[in-house]
DNA sequence: TATCCGACTATCGTATGCAATTGATGGCGC
DNA sequence: GCGCCATCAATTGCATACGATAGTCGGATA
C-alpha cells in the first residue's frame, strides 16, 4: 500500500494533477471512512485524491474528467477510475453524462440556496447534540484541527480551503453519528463546490476565527448560543459566495429558458 | 433469494427494461433521476434492480451478493455488476469488504436508532416545507400514490413494503428540493434493511392509513398539527421495527464485546 | 456561398482474461 | 488425537480489448 501511494505521489510529480501529490498526507486522517491502517484500493486511492482535488478547488467545476486522461496521469487503468468516478458522482459533486464523460459538478444557484438551507438544519442539529455530550478528547481534536487551520493561512493555499471544510466534517464525526455525519460531508462538499462557483475568492481567514468561537460556544454549553454561533457562522459561508442571481449566471440553458417562451 | 433471482431471472428473459415494465410502472417517477425517456445503461439496470429487490425484501440483511453470481442470473458481465454495487456502497444499502465480496447491509440497533432520529429530522423539515407550499397538483399525486398502495395491499408482498416507502420519497420530492429528497431517499431505504432485520413482519395495513392521515394534515395547513402526524406515524414505523436490544443480536462482534473486556 | 450529409475520431460502455487475495481442505509433525 | 502449515479452489481487483455512441470535420449539392 505505501508503496503504491509512493509511486502515485511520484508519478504525479510531473504529471497535470501534481497539486494534489503536496497536500495529500495531511490529508487522511478525515478524507474518509477508512483509516490509513486498512489497505486502499487502486479505485480508492483515485476516489480520495479526486476528491481531495475538487475540494481543494483544483479541479473547478466544470471541469472535464476524461477517464482516459485520468487513468494516464495516475498510472491506473480506466476500471479503477471509473470506480471512483461513480462513487463521486454518487456523493454529487461529479456529474456523470452518459457516453459524454464525466465533469466536476456545477451547483446552479437554486441548487446552492437549497444546500445552504439543508446544512443549516443539519449543521444545527449537530450543535444540539454536542452541546449536550462533547467529550474533553473531542474538545482536543477540534482544538488541534483549528490549530493546523491556523498553520495552514500562511500559505492562503488550498490546504486551508480543505480544512476549513473539514473542521465542520469533524464536528459532526464527533456526535457519534455515522448518518449525519455522512450528511453533513455531503452538503459541506457540495458548499465547497459552490463557493468554488460562485465566490469570488475564498477568505479563511474569518472562518479560523469564527471556528474558535463555535468551539467557545460549544464549551459554555449553552445550546441557543452555540446554534446561534453556528448559523451565524454559515450565513457568512454564505454570504461569502454571493449568491445574488444577477452575477455568474450558472448555465446557458439558465439563460436561455428565459427566451424560449419568447419564441 | 432464490425466488427473487428467479422472477428477475425469468423476466429478463425476454429484454431487461420490460422487466421493469411490470414492477416499476409506479415507482419510475420516484426511482433514480433518470427519467424514461433516458436510455438505460446495463450498470443502470442492474442498480435498479438489486435496489427494488434489497428494499422489497427480497435480499435480507447479510445475504452475500456474489459478483459472478449477479452477473449470471442478470446475463451481464461482472463490470455492470461492480458498478451497480459500488452505487448501492454509496448510499449505504450494501457492504463492501475488500477481497471478500459485497453483501446486503445489516444496520446495527445502534445505526438503526441513529437513522430513525435522523429520519424524523429530516421528514418533520419536509413536512414543514410541504406545509407551506404544497399546490393541487402535488396533493394529486399524493393521492395517486395511496390509491396504488392500497391496491397493492391485497397482495402483502413485496409491492406494499417498498410503497410504503416510497410514498415517504414521494413527499420529499414535493418539496422541490433536491438533496432533501436524496437524503430522505438514504434513510428511508436504511429503514427498509432496518424492518428486514428487526421487525417480526411487516404490517403495511395501518401505514397506508397514517399515509391518509398525514395527507389530511398538509391539506390543513396546520403547521403544528402535520408535523406531529409525521413524527407520531415515524414513532409508529420505529416501533414496528421492535428496536429493544434483548432481541436479534444484530452481530456477532456485538456479542463478544461483552466478553472480551472480561478477557 | 450556405446548408446538409456522411465518414472519422475520440471517448465511453461492456466483456473477458489474468493476477492477487482469501478461506478451506488435507497432510504432516507432535 | 490434536494442532499447524502448505497447497488449492473460489472470488475479487485490475487491466486490456472490442464494440457503440456522440461530436466534428470535410465535401457535395443546391
Redesign the pocket.
Known amino acids: 500500500m505505501a508503496t503504491l501511494l509512493y509511486t502515485i505521489l511520484t508519478s504525479t510529480a510531473d504529471g497535470a494533477i501534481e497539486v494534489m501529490g503536496h497536500v495529500l498526507p495531511t490529508a487522511f486522517g478525515l478524507l474518509g471512512e477508512a483509516t490509513l491502517s486498512e489497505?486502499?484500493?487502486?479505485?480508492?486511492?483515485v476516489y480520495r485524491l479526486l476528491r481531495q482535488a475538487i475540494l481543494e478547488q483544483a479541479l473547478k467545476p466544470g471541469t472535464?474528467?476524461?477517464?482516459?486522461?485520468i487513468?494516464d496521469h495516475f498510472?491506473?487503468?480506466?476500471?479503477?477510475?471509473?470506480?471512483a468516478?461513480v462513487r463521486l458522482n454518487a456523493e454529487g459533486i461529479v456529474d456523470?453524462?452518459?457516453?459524454?464523460?464525466?465533469c466536476v459538478a456545477e451547483p446552479t444557484l437554486e441548487e446552492a440556496r437549497d444546500i445552504f438551507s439543508l446544512r443549516r438544519m443539519l449543521e444545527a442539529e449537530v450543535i444540539r447534540r454536542l452541546v449536550a455530550d462533547l467529550g474533553t478528547s473531542g474538545f482536543k481534536r477540534l482544538e488541534q484541527h483549528v490549530r493546523e487551520e491556523q498553520a495552514a493561512l500562511s500559505d492562503h493555499g488550498p490546504l486551508s480551503i480543505r480544512l476549513a471544510g473539514e473542521f465542520h466534517i469533524l464536528l459532526a464525526e464527533l456526535t457519534g453519528s455515522q448518518a449525519l455525519t455522512r450528511f453533513v460531508r455531503e452538503v459541506v462538499s457540495r458548499c465547497s463546490l459552490i463557493l468554488a462557483r460562485f465566490a469570488r475568492l475564498h477568505s479563511p481567514e474569518c472562518a479560523v476565527d469564527e471556528h474558535i468561537q463555535i468551539i467557545r460556544a460549544l464549551r459554555s454549553k449553552d445550546i441557543a448560543a452555540a446554534e446561534k454561533i453556528m448559523l451565524e457562522h454559515l450565513d457568512a459561508v454564505e454570504l461569502r459566495a454571493e449568491l445574488n442571481p444577477d452575477k455568474a449566471e450558472p448555465d446557458i440553458s439558465e439563460i436561455l429558458k428565459r427566451y424560449a417562451s419568447e419564441s
Open positions: 489497505r486502499s484500493s487502486r479505485s480508492e486511492v472535464k474528467l476524461s477517464e482516459d486522461t487513468a498510472k491506473v487503468s480506466r476500471t479503477s477510475v471509473r470506480g468516478l456523470l453524462r452518459a457516453n459524454k464523460g464525466a
